[in-house]
C-alpha cells in the first residue's frame, strides 16, 4: 500500500504570503492520481486539487497542485483568511486511499 | 446536485456492532464509475479511509479494518449501509461518507460523531 507523508507538519504565514505545501508518497502513484483537500474546524472536508493538477469546481485560481511520480505540491499563491485550515492529500490509484497525516495551515 | 448525508447512533457500546447509513441524492450507484466510500476522523486526527462500494458491486476494504467491516447498497432506495464490528473506544470518530467518481472523493456528507463508551 502506498503511504503518503506531508510536510511541514504546521505551516505559520501571514495572509497575502505564498504557501507551499508537500505530499511524498512511498511508491509512485499511478496516472498521478493525487488529490489535495481542504479541512476546516467542524466541517467535511472538501476537494480542492485532483490529477494532481485540475482544480475542482468552485477552486480559486490561487490555489495550484503539481508534481508527478511521488512527489507532489500543493500551492496557494497569495493567502487570505478563509485558507487558514487543514490540508491532506490523498491517492486513489490504487486500494487502500490513503490519505496523508495532513498539514494545518495556521495564522503568523 | 448531488448531497449526501450520514445517519446512525451517537452512542456505541464497546463490542457492539456500529450501523451506519449514507442516504444520498442527484446521483445513481447503478451509473458507470460511481461509487460511495467511508472515511473516519477520530478527534483531533487525520482522515482515514474505511471502505468503498462501486456501481458494478465492487467492494473495497481498508486492509487493517477488512475483517470488522461490511459495505452494502440499496440501490432502489439510495443507500449505502457500513457495519463495523466489535466496536472499541478507539473508533470514536466522525464517520464520513462520500460520492466519488473513480476512486476520487468529490462530494462529502457532513459527517456523524460515533462515541464509543459504555
Known amino acids: 500500500e502506498i503511504v503518503l507523508t506531508q510536510s511541514p507538519g504546521t505551516l505559520s504565514l501571514s495572509p497575502g504570503e505564498r504557501a507551499t505545501l508537500s505530499c511524498r508518497a512511498s511508491?509512485?502513484?499511478?496516472?498521478?492520481?493525487l488529490a489535495w483537500y481542504q479541512q476546516k474546524p467542524g466541517q467535511a472536508p472538501r476537494l480542492l486539487i485532483y490529477?494532481?493538477?485540475s482544480r475542482a469546481t468552485g477552486i480559486p485560481d490561487r490555489f495550484s497542485g503539481s508534481g508527478s511520480g511521488t512527489d507532489f505540491t500543493l500551492t496557494i499563491s497569495r493567502l487570505e483568511p478563509e485558507d487558514f485550515a487543514v490540508y491532506y492529500c490523498q491517492q486513489y490509484a490504487s486500494s487502500p486511499q490513503n490519505f496523508g497525516q495532513g498539514t494545518k495551515l495556521e495564522i503568523k | 446536485q448531488i448531497t449526501l448525508r450520514e445517519s446512525g447512533p451517537t452512542l456505541v457500546q464497546p463490542t457492539q456492532t456500529l450501523t451506519l447509513t449514507c442516504t444520498f441524492s442527484?446521483?445513481?450507484?447503478?451509473?458507470?464509475?460511481?461509487?460511495v466510500g467511508w472515511i473516519r476522523q477520530p478527534p483531533g486526527k487525520a482522515l482515514e479511509w474505511l471502505a468503498h462500494?462501486?456501481?458494478?458491486?465492487?467492494?473495497r476494504y481498508s486492509p487493517s479494518l477488512k475483517s470488522r467491516l461490511t459495505i452494502t447498497k440499496d440501490t432502489s432506495k439510495n443507500q449505502v449501509v457500513l457495519r463495523m464490528t466489535n466496536m472499541d473506544p478507539v473508533d470514536t470518530a466522525t464517520y464520513y461518507c462520500g460520492h466519488t467518481s473513480g476512486w476520487l472523493f468529490d462530494y462529502w456528507g457532513q459527517g456523524s460523531l460515533v462515541t464509543v463508551s459504555s
Open positions: 511508491q509512485i502513484v499511478g496516472n498521478n492520481y
Open positions: 490529477g494532481p493538477s
Open positions: 462500494i462501486y456501481w458494478d458491486d465492487g467492494e
Open positions: 442527484g446521483f445513481s450507484l447503478s451509473t458507470s464509475a460511481v461509487g
